[in-house]
């Protein structure tokens, strides 16, 4: 959530997540200490998932009986299998006193039903917040029932000790730690998981058999969590690594270790290097071509059965290879996002890179700085030759950041959890459900990413995905989700376009070509008596306008609608807010007083298409009493397509619509916060998609004739060298004359403390955008309830009573 | 009224199901479990009384959840308007994110963080240094990015243990930035369910929320919906039918309800309570405090809607003395029947003469045996996680229940009458009068009083006494939430879920009457279950055992 910040310390934390990312590191996520959406679980579920893969073996979480029900609801969401988990049910008492109690108690009535060959009893944040000594409480529960063959396996697993990625692994170093372990040699592999689904396990199962090792794969879930239906069921869990085999892992010949990003002090293979002597081998996921042979060729000086140069094999991963042939044209306009645990994510985005889908975000929520720079020599080619621009590689990531970046970096399908089906709904991009947790999808236990096949069934699903896509017209889904559309059945014409490019091919049009005679009758107000359009009327035109609308709908960094100062003259500022009858009254007072009045403007003091029921109102009832006064309003474009239509029907000959940026990475700086039909957009995403509703807006309101203006605010090392290109842009739709002001530093708002622009700058900036659109030389930056000739604004009689109003 | 003995229910079976199961117990667990099962028998001399809310038996697979998943899951999650911040480490943030299908839908202009999950994501040094600077933080970046009007925070096991002050940093949030910030300490341990959060919740709504608003509703038929929390729709189609009436909803507590509704609470003529348990307290609370009487309805099932309709309509004539919503009342029933009437009898047809377990939370296992009855089907075994005594037996024996360690840690609430906002909405003899024809007013005669003879009820009934009273009672669908239910659908006998609807929905009123029957009949008549044959059918169930060192 890049430059969406409020407050001074926060901008602090931009700025570092900036400078973390111009060093090509981590730190995408820019708020501190708010989570949006995580994308990761705790400890225990780890813990719990691959305790699952041994035989036997039950699980007793030593905490508040939340945990345990927490975690059976996820599993057995995802998995389609009972999940049974003990819990100590610690309660207020036990925060006081000490858990031992309760665990022992647990126990015993767990082993009384249950009778599990093995015992995990794994801790939470509570038993490791109030200091539980578990090995101590399982010591004495020992001395107590000394008959016991029950094999206890202790885990430290706080919540806040790491995801379910580290609980994982935890688990797994506290087996072999507790385990009493036999070093007599045996000539087997050992190999070791990290986090998979049961259908891998079983490819990985099949593997060994066809190369005929004895092999001790561990934890092996295959069969727990994605059981048969039986006729008998077994209260415990069937299938799974036994007891017996795993204590013989020390007399291995060696260790395969599946898990590229494992901590090394949880490492079995390292453990049993280090007490056995055992080598080991650190390989990554299999998954993609290179990983999966790479796993092939670690394991066949161990095979024992050469049979015919392992034939079945050589098929596989020919029709591997097939297969990535056959796709190559749809998976190059792959732009993928890859999120999840972090050795998921790197193989991930290997195969996707070998494919020639360019991963333009990788992320994991765990930490795991290596990641930018494992990747960086693997997706910087890529991108290079896909001509992808921008890619991010982050760690400790949200979804929110995942959002947000999926709409700044383009991307068209998104690979992980089904965490991210909001995403996917939000912004009309498939979701490849390929990892824990899968919620809303049957299957889950099912689903295969490794090995030849594997890696082949998730890509025919991803290219499957780019293809409904790109069959689906996605442009048009995507832009019916961004752009607003027009509130009448009148037809804009619109052309279509990407929205992360704004200036691609547009086509170039000027008022005059849309000017029809049926318009040109909306218009009765020529430009030449609108002060702010014509210089010659500014100082002969009185203008009022009419505060109606306090409500906005975006967040701009320079601007604050806060306080009102009678002394102070800036847009934002009112000093009431008028319903419509009082602003129609206000008009004739000031009628009356003035004798004429040309011009009818709503300027705020927010924006006036944010409340365009009092808008529509205003005008409505000033029209009923004079066929005259020209209206005129300001407005930021967020809505603008949605009311063009309606604008031309309330003769609206001018708008006046705020434009700063024509990049979103540029507009993010500026306006950090969009909130649009309920739902709120941030950073680039926020200035994505105020832009490409700017456009459309300004290119309905010049076909349907009304004169538009387009204000850019100057901001010294913002937007300063950016003015010109939203001159020509503004130009290329329509628009009739171009505004650049300076920006006024208002105490409080985020610029407050950025620096003004100097006169000779501005007139500079100014030159240069002249030879694109014509300039405003003479604007005042009125406040949004000014009355009377620009720069000389009268006092409103009936407006004798004043007050202090803070908006929203 | 009594229900007479159902000829469903295995009589014989049910008198020595619970003896069985209690069998495999040591002597402790024995004495203890034993007093939370009971079969139902209306001819006994004196009520039957069983034990509830204390201390689930540590080692025994309960499905009960923690207080934090009251609090923030149940109470607060509906809530659209609020920015629930949880504050503790990620794994809770996570397990309450969209878990529940509570449904929201804004109003125009109306925020909603439904969708969202915001959590301070707290590590080991903010366990070990405090997490109170992070909390400020979080609150900043929220205000900062999502401009919330509400924010309320919840914490998790480990804040009230390392002693951050949520409540004064609530208290700065709401002086900084003008909005309602509320702490709930919601942590896990406390009391011994969900039960504990919901009245945590309860009692911070009353103290911060409730009476802050000035709102007054437009008609003389205004009415909050409390304890209905709108999953799979639920809360819609009870409020279509409301609004045909002619009621004035001011505000749900809490599916697809808003925090901007809920301060004007006060301003309703009735309130109208559907899930006693979790809501109980505010009603109560809001009578002390307001003067608003409030009265038990049951939305789920045609007949119990019908009464509930009517008890409404009661009251307010009672209080206007127009009984033009009587007639109203009427009319809509019977032009809603008019609709449904053909496909409820189709269901009734294929539906009659099955059996369930009902094993839902602190309400439901109650509410669903009415529209069960209304299809033909009669509940074998019935129980509530996280209930108290007077879910079971009725409010008469609130007086009678022992308070314990545990429920004295969560605090009770006496408030008095708030000056200037309380109104006596019927007099004394007005309101004995309204009693001798609506019994729900302001009462909860609980789940047993209705249940068959020869029916069983457990409390807290863990995954081991599920399977052994399955095989024993043999029912044709069992009715639970999804951690309980794939023992038993394995098995070969249909599941449906009574917290989510398994997608579907809704339930609740005359068109959700029609879905319930609609998806239970679909689920009993799947082909599927003629390749699979329930084990007690085949061969005893066994327990099976591993073990070869």
């Not at chain 1, 719990?48 to 599993?75: D, F, K, P, W």
């Not at chain 1, 170093?173 to 986090?195: D, Y």
């Not at chain 1, 622009?757 to 604007?779: G, N």
């Not at chain 2, 079969?39 to 039957?48: E, G, K, S």
Request: hydrophobic share 40%; with cysteine.
């Amino acid at each position: 959530m890049n430059n969406t910040t409020g407050t001074t310390e926060i901008i602090g934390a931009t700025e570092a997540a900036e400078a973390a990312e111009a060093a090509g590191t981590t730190g995408a996520k820019a708020l501190i200490s708010l989570d949006v959406n995580p994308c990761k679980m705790c400890m225990p579920m780890g813990v719990v998932t691959a305790a699952y893969g041994i035989e036997g073996n039950m699980v007793v979480l030593h905490g508040s009986q939340g945990c345990a029900t927490y975690i059976r609801r996820h599993m057995a969401t995802h998995y389609n299998e009972p999940i049974d988990i003990a819990s100590s049910a610690l309660t207020e008492q036990g925060t006081v006193y000490g858990g031992a109690k309760n665990l022992e108690r647990a126990l015993d009535n767990f082993i009384r039903l249950y009778n599990p060959f093995a015992i995990t009893v794994a801790t939470t944040c509570l038993a490791e917040t109030i200091g539980e000594d578990v090995n101590g409480i399982l010591d004495s529960w020992r001395e107590a029932h000394p008959q016991t063959t029950v094999q206890m396996i202790p885990v430290i697993s706080p919540g806040y000790g790491g995801t379910q990625f580290e609980g994982h692994f935890a688990f797994l170093a506290a087996l072999l730690k507790n385990v009493e372990m036999n070093s007599a040699p045996t000539g087997r592999v050992n190999i070791v998981c990290g986090p998979m689904s049961p259908a891998d396990v079983r490819w990985l199962k099949q593997l060994v058999c066809q190369l005929g090792i004895d092999a001790i794969i561990v934890p092996d879930c295959s069969q727990a969590l994605d059981g048969q239906h039986t006729e008998v069921y077994s209260r415990v869990h069937e299938g799974g690594t036994r007891i017996a085999d795993v204590l013989q892992m020390a007399g291995s010949k060696h260790t395969i270790e599946i898990a590229k990003y494992l901590p090394e002090k949880l490492s079995p293979g390292a453990l049993l290097k280090r007490e056995y002597n055992v080598p080991y081998t650190r390989l990554n996921l299999p998954v993609g071509l290179r990983d999966i042979d790479a796993l092939v060729n670690a394991l066949k000086p161990f095979a024992t059965l050469a049979n015919v140069e392992h034939a079945e094999l050589k098929l596989e991963r020919g029709r591997y290879l097939d297969a990535m042939i056959d796709s190559h044209k749809y998976n190059a306009l792959g732009r993928a996002v890859v999120f999840g645990e972090p050795d998921f994510v790197y193989s991930v985005a290997r195969m996707c890179a070998e494919q020639g889908i360019m991963p333009v975000l990788v992320a994991t929520a765990s930490k795991c700085p290596a990641l930018y720079a494992d990747l960086e020599a693997e997706l910087a080619p890529l991108a290079e030759s896909m001509l992808v621009e921008k890619w991010r590689v982050i760690d400790e990531a949200d979804f929110a950041t995942i959002e947000e970046l999926s709409v700044s970096l383009g991307a068209n399908v998104l690979i992980g959890s089904s965490d991210a089906r909001r995403i996917a709904k939000a912004l009309d991009i498939p979701l490849v459900r390929a990892a824990f947790p899968i919620h809303d999808h049957m299957g889950g236990q099912r689903v295969r990413t490794i090995g030849y096949e594997g890696s082949q069934a998730l890509i025919d699903r991803i290219t499957n995905a780019l293809i409904d896509q790109c069959e689906g017209s996605f442009r048009e889904k995507l832009k019916a989700k961004y752009l607003v559309q027009p509130d009448t059945a009148f037809a804009v014409e619109t052309t279509s376009r990407c929205l992360s490019n704004p200036d691609a091919s547009l086509p170039v049009r000027t008022a005059r070509q849309y000017l029809s005679d049926s318009v040109k009758r909306l218009c009765k107000h020529p430009t030449h008596e609108h002060p702010c359009f014509s210089k010659r009327c500014a100082t002969k035109s009185t203008r009022i306008h009419l505060p109606v609308a306090p409500k906005c709908n975006i967040t701009c960094n320079y601007c604050l609608r806060k306080y009102d100062c009678p002394n102070e003259s800036r847009p934002g500022v009112s000093s009431v807010v008028l319903s419509p009858p009082q602003a129609l009254k206000r008009y004739l007072d000031f009628k009356q007083q003035t004798g004429k009045v040309a011009i009818v403007g709503i300027a705020g003091p927010g924006d006036a298409l944010a409340n365009f029921d009092n808008t529509k109102e205003t005008l409505r009832l000033i029209r009923e009493v004079d066929k005259d006064v020209g209206f005129c309003l300001s407005t930021n474009g967020l809505l603008l397509a949605r009311y063009a239509h309606t604008l031309a029907e309330l003769e609206v000959s001018h708008v006046t619509v705020t434009m700063n940026a024509i990049d979103p990475a540029i507009g993010a700086r500026i306006c950090p916060w969009v909130s649009l039909d309920n739902l709120v957009y941030t950073g680039e995403a926020a200035a994505a998609v105020l832009l490409a509703n700017q456009i459309e807006g300004i290119k309905a309101l010049v076909s349907l004739g009304i004169i538009v203006k387009v204000n850019t605010v100057y901001i010294k090392g913002v937007n300063d060298a950016h003015v010109e290109s939203v001159a020509q842009m503004a130009h290329r739709l329509g628009a009739s004359v171009q505004n650049l002001m300076r920006m006024v530093s208002v105490k409080g708002s985020v610029f407050e403390n950025y620096p003004q622009v100097d006169k000779p700058t501005l007139l500079e900036a100014r030159v240069a955008c002249s030879k694109h659109l014509s300039q405003m030389r003479h604007c005042r930056q009125c406040r949004a309830d000014a009355a009377g000739l620009l720069g000389k604004d009268l006092l409103v009689r009936s407006l004798a009573e004043r007050r202090t109003v803070v908006f929203q | 009224m009594i229900p007479s003995t159902s000829s469903l229910i295995p009589q014989k079976k049910a008198k020595s199901a619970s003896q069985t199961v209690l069998d495999k117990y040591s002597a402790k667990v024995y004495k203890k479990r034993k007093t939370h099962m009971l079969m139902v028998d209306h001819t006994a001399p004196a009520p039957q009384e069983i034990e509830a809310n204390v201390r689930t038996i540590p080692g025994l697979l309960t499905h009960r959840g923690c207080c934090y998943a009251g609090c923030k899951g149940v109470v607060l999650g509906p809530l659209k308007d609020a920015l629930l911040l949880v504050h503790g480490p990620i794994g809770c943030s996570f397990y309450t994110w969209g878990t529940r299908r509570h449904k929201a839908r804004p109003r125009k202009d109306e925020k909603n963080f439904v969708p969202y999950c915001f959590s301070t994501d707290m590590q080991e040094g903010d366990i070990v240094f405090g997490g109170e600077k992070k909390l400020r933080t979080a609150i900043d970046e929220a205000m900062a990015i999502f401009k919330p009007e509400t924010i309320f925070i919840c914490s998790t096991c480990p804040v009230g243990l390392i002693g951050d002050d949520i409540a004064a940093i609530a208290a700065e949030a709401e002086e900084k930035y003008g909005i309602i910030c509320t702490s709930f300490s919601c942590e896990g341990y406390k009391g011994v369910s969900q039960s504990a959060g919901h009245h945590i919740a309860n009692n911070q709504l009353i103290k911060s929320v409730i009476g802050t608003g000035d709102s007054v509703p437009i008609t003389k038929l205004s009415i909050n919906i409390l304890g209905e929390y709108n999953i799979g729709g639920d809360g819609w189609e009870i409020g279509r039918v409301l609004g045909r009436i002619g009621y004035e909803t001011v505000c749900v507590l809490t599916g697809d309800g808003a925090v901007a509704d809920i301060r004007n609470a006060h301003l309703a003529e009735l309130n109208i309570v559907q899930c006693h348990r979790s809501i109980n307290y505010i009603a109560e609370m809001m009578q002390a405090q307001y003067g608003i009487p409030w009265l038990k309805v049951n939305f789920i099932g045609v007949s119990a809607t019908i009464k509930s309709l009517r008890d409404m309509a009661a009251y307010f004539v009672e209080k206007t003395g127009d009984d033009s919503i009587l007639q109203r009342t009427e009319e809509v029933i019977a032009d809603e029947l008019v609709e449904i009437q053909e496909e409820l009898d189709y269901y009734k047809q294929r539906l009659s003469g099955k059996t369930a377990f009902l094993y839902v939370g602190g309400s439901r296992s109650h509410h669903y045996q009415k529209i069960m009855r209304d299809f033909g089907m009669s509940a074998v075994l019935a129980g509530y996680e996280f209930a108290h005594r007077d879910d079971y037996e009725g409010r008469e024996v609130i007086a009678d229940i022992k308070v314990d360690a545990d429920s004295k840690n969560i605090e009770n609430l006496t408030l008095e009458p708030v000056e200037g906002k309380y109104h006596l909405h019927l007099s004394e003899a007005a309101v004995a009068k309204l009693k001798t024809t609506v019994d729900d007013f302001g009462y909860y005669g609980g789940m047993m009083k209705e249940m068959e003879n020869g029916s069983v009820v457990v409390d807290d009934l863990n995954h081991f006494e599920t399977e052994e009273f399955i095989k024993m009672l043999e029912p044709d669908v069992f009715f639970s939430g999804i951690k309980d239910k794939f023992v038993v659908q394995k098995g070969g006998v249909l599941s449906r879920q009574l917290h989510s609807y398994d997608y579907s929905g809704p339930y609740a009123g005359f068109k959700g009457a029609v879905n319930f029957g609609r998806d239970v009949s679909m689920g009993i008549y799947t082909p599927a279950w003629k390749l699979v044959v329930p084990p007690w059918k085949r061969q005893p169930f066994l327990s099976g055992t591993i073990g070869d060192a």
